[in-house]
C-alpha cells in the first residue's frame, strides 16, 4: 500500500495529466513525462529515481491496451457477436471481426506511446553519462530497465503495424518544439527488427549479472518495475517471433529460435522462480508478487484499482441476466460475484469454455458460467472471474485489487514447448505442457489421462495454442500466438494458424447438441425464446485478407504527418470488406 501510494506521487508529479491510451489529438506528443526544467533536473539519483517510476506508472495507464487490446482481442477467442449474453452491446467490434481499414482502424497513432518513448529517450540521453549515482551498478540496472522497456513499446508496435517510425533521441525538452521539424518516416520492418534486437540486448548487458529482483533495493516491491528477468522474457519473445514471423522485408529467421531457447531457459535457472501450488494463488490479492510472477501491473483499493476487468462481469443494473438466468446450481442468478455497479462490454466465445475438462482447476478460477435452465443444459454464456480482486468489508463487492500479471513463469514453459515442437523435439513438447497442465490439475492430476503425448507437428501447435488458452485468459496472449504459430515449419507467410482453422477457438471439439454460442435468451422458437447460434471452425482471418494481419494507419495518422505511408494492403479500400 505504501508503494502504490508513492507511485501515485510521484507520477503526479512527473506525468502529465490526461495521457490517453490511443488519442489521435496527442499525435506524436514528445513533451517529456517530467515538467522539472531541463536546468533543475537530471541532479539526483533521486530524480533519476523518480522519473522510472513516472516512466512504470505510465507503462501502467496504457496496460490495457497493450496486453487486450493488441495482444488479444482479434486473437478469436472473443464472440465476434455485436451483443452478449447479458444483453448488452459489446465494444471493439472493429477488433473482433478483422474489420480493418484506414476508417476502422481501431487504434490510432501508433497506439500512442510516443510520450511513454520520449521519456525514455530522454531518461536514456540524461543518465547514460551521469555521475551522481551511488554506484555503477544502480546506474546500469536503472539504464536495463530504460533500454528493455523501449524494447518492449517499439516490439508491441512492431507486431502491429510493421515497420514504425524509429524516435530514439529526444530531440525536444520542457514541451517546447516545432512539429513539423519533428516529422519522422516509417523505418523498414528489418531495421525496426535490428533496432528492437539491439535494444533488448543492450539492457541485458546493463543488468550484467542481475539475478534479483531488486529496484533501488526495495526487494519487496521490485517485480512492479522492469528487471533482468523481463528484458530475458522479452528477448526470448522477440527472437521466438523472428525465428518464424517474416513481416515487410524482415524474413522469418529460424537461427533465432536457439537464441529464443537459451533466454527462455534463462528464466527457467536463473531468478529462482517456482509455479504456485495452486492456480488461484496467482492471482490472490493475499499473493502478490509470488514465485511465478516475474513482472506485474499494481493495483490496490487504496491506490488505483484494475477497473477495465468489471467490463467482463454482467450488469448489475441493466444487465438481463440477474432474474432470468441459472448458476451451475440451478439458482436463479442474483449477484453471486458481488460486484458493483458493472457493465458487461467484453465477452468470450462459449467454446473457449467447453475446451476445458471439468477438472482442470482453470476453469472455474477463470470463469462463472450462467445457464438458460436449472439443469445447466444451455450454456448461456461465461464472466471472468480470474483477478477481481479482494470483496472489501466495507462495501461487501470485489475492488479489483488483483495485480496484473505481463510475464509470468508458465509463458516460459510454453514458449520453450513451442520451440521444441519448431526442433522436432517431442520428448521436451510433452515435458514443459505437462509442468503447465499438471499444476493446472492439482489433485485430480493424473498423467495417463490428463497428461499430454506428443504427436504430429501441427497436433503439438495446437496442444500448446490450447494450453495457452486455459492459462492466459486476460493476459494478452492469443493474438500474437495465432500470428506467430504455424501448420507448416516452413513458416510461410499465410501458414500461420491465424488463417487455417487449427487456430479457431473451438478447433478439436466434439460439438455436441448441447454446445451452442453464447445467447440471451433460452434456446427454441417459442415466444422469448432463440434459435441459438452453431459453433462453426474456420480460421480467424481469410488468407485472401493476409495484409489485415498488420494493423492500419488511420486518416488522421497519414495527415497529420506527410512522411508516413500506409501499411500494405490498406491502400486498396477505405473501407473493410
Known amino acids: 500500500m505504501k508503494r502504490n501510494k508513492l507511485f501515485t506521487l510521484a507520477s503526479a508529479a512527473l506525468i502529465s495529466a490526461g495521457m490517453g491510451l490511443s488519442s489521435c489529438s496527442d499525435w506524436l506528443d514528445l513533451s517529456p513525462i517530467d515538467y522539472y526544467g531541463a536546468g533543475n533536473f537530471w541532479q539526483t539519483e533521486d530524480q533519476a529515481m523518480g522519473n522510472l517510476t513516472a516512466i512504470m506508472n505510465a507503462f501502467r495507464s496504457s496496460s490495457f491496451q497493450t496486453l487486450i487490446l493488441y495482444g488479444e482481442m482479434r486473437g478469436g477467442a472473443y464472440t465476434t457477436f455485436d451483443g452478449g449474453s447479458d444483453g448488452s452491446s459489446l465494444y471493439q467490434g472493429t477488433l473482433r471481426t478483422q474489420n480493418l481499414s484506414q476508417t476502422n482502424y481501431g487504434i490510432g497513432n501508433f497506439g500512442g506511446y510516443w510520450q511513454q518513448i520520449g521519456a525514455l529517450n530522454l531518461f536514456i540521453a540524461n543518465v547514460e553519462n551521469a555521475n551522481y549515482f551511488s554506484d555503477e551498478d544502480t546506474k546500469n540496472y536503472c539504464l536495463g530497465m530504460a533500454f528493455g522497456m523501449r524494447a518492449y513499446y517499439y516490439f508491441v508496435m512492431y507486431r502491429a503495424y510493421g515497420g514504425v517510425p524509429l524516435r530514439l533521441t529526444p530531440e525536444v525538452e520542457n514541451g517546447n518544439y516545432d512539429q513539423s521539424a519533428l516529422y519522422l518516416a516509417r523505418a523498414t520492418a528489418s531495421e525496426t527488427m535490428t533496432q528492437i534486437k539491439s535494444d533488448v540486448n543492450r539492457s541485458l548487458e546493463y543488468f550484467g549479472n542481475q539475478t534479483s529482483f531488486n529496484f533501488n533495493g526495495r526487494s519487496s516491491d521490485a517485480k512492479y518495475y522492469w ?40 528464466v527457467l535457472q536463473d531468478y529462482n522462480l517456482e509455479l504456485q501450488d495452486n492456480f488461484a494463488d496467482v492471482f490472490s490479492p493475499a499473493n502478490k508478487q509470488n514465485s511465478e510472477i516475474i513482472f506485474a501491473m499494481p493495483y490496490d483499493e487504496n491506490e488505483a484499482t484494475n477497473g477495465n476487468l468489471q467490463y467482463y462481469m454482467y450488469s448489475t443494473n441493466s444487465g438481463s441476466t440477474i432474474g432470468a438466468g441459472y448458476d451451475s446450481d440451478g439458482n436463479l442468478w442474483g449477484n453471486p460475484i458481488m460486484v458493483a455497479q458493472t457493465q458487461h462490454r467484453y465477452q468470450y466465445a462459449n467454446a473457449l469454455w467447453y475446451q476445458f475438462d471439468a477438472e482442470d482447476t482453470r476453469r472455474d478460477t477463470t470463469f462463472v458460467t450462467s445457464w438458460h435452465d436449472q439443469a445447466a443444459t444451455q450454456l448461456r454464456g461465461t464472466f471472468v472471474t480470474k483477478n477481481l480482486g479482494s470483496v472489501l468489508s466495507t462495501t461487501g463487492f470485489h475492488c479489483y485489487n488483483g495485480d496484473q500479471p505481463v510475464y509470468r513463469l508458465p509463458l516460459a514453459y510454453l514458449s520453450l514447448a513451442e520451440i521444441a515442437n519448431m526442433e522436432g523435439d517431442n520428448a521436451s513438447v510433452e515435458y514443459y505442457v505437462n509442468l503447465v497442465r499438471e499444476r493446472a490439475y492439482g489433485d485430480n492430476w493424473d498423467r495417463a489421462v490428463y497428461g499430454y503425448t506428443a504427436g504430429t507437428f501441427v497436433q503439438n501447435e495446437v496442444a500448446i495454442l490450447h494450453e495457452k488458452d486455459k492459462e492466459f485468459v486476460q493476459e494478452g496472449q492469443r493474438w500474437y500466438d495465432v500470428r506467430r504459430m504455424t501448420v507448416d515449419p516452413a513458416c510461410g507467410e499465410t501458414d500461420h494458424l491465424l488463417f487455417h482453422e487449427e487456430g479457431h477457438i473451438a478447433y478439436g471439439l466434439t460439438i455436441t447438441e448441447n454446445m451452442k454460442e453464447l445467447s440471451d435468451a433460452p434456446w427454441g422458437t417459442g415466444e422469448g425464446q432463440k434459435i441459438p447460434p452453431e459453433i462453426v471452425v474456420e480460421p480467424i482471418l481469410s488468407p485472401t485478407l493476409a495484409y489485415r494481419a498488420l494493423w492500419p494507419l488511420s486518416s488522421s495518422d497519414l495527415s497529420n504527418d506527410p512522411e508516413l505511408t500506409q501499411t500494405p494492403g490498406y491502400e486498396m479500400s477505405e473501407e473493410g470488406e
Request: glycine letters at 4%; charged letters at 20%.
Open 227 to 266: 528487471s533482468k528477468a523481463a528484458s530475458e522474457m522479452l528477448a526470448g519473445e522477440i527472437y521466438l517471433w523472428n525465428a518464424k514471423v517474416a513481416t515487410g522485408d524482415q524474413p522469418a529467421t529460424p537461427a533465432d529460435l536457439t537464441t529464443a531457447k537459451e533466454h527462455f531457459t534463462n
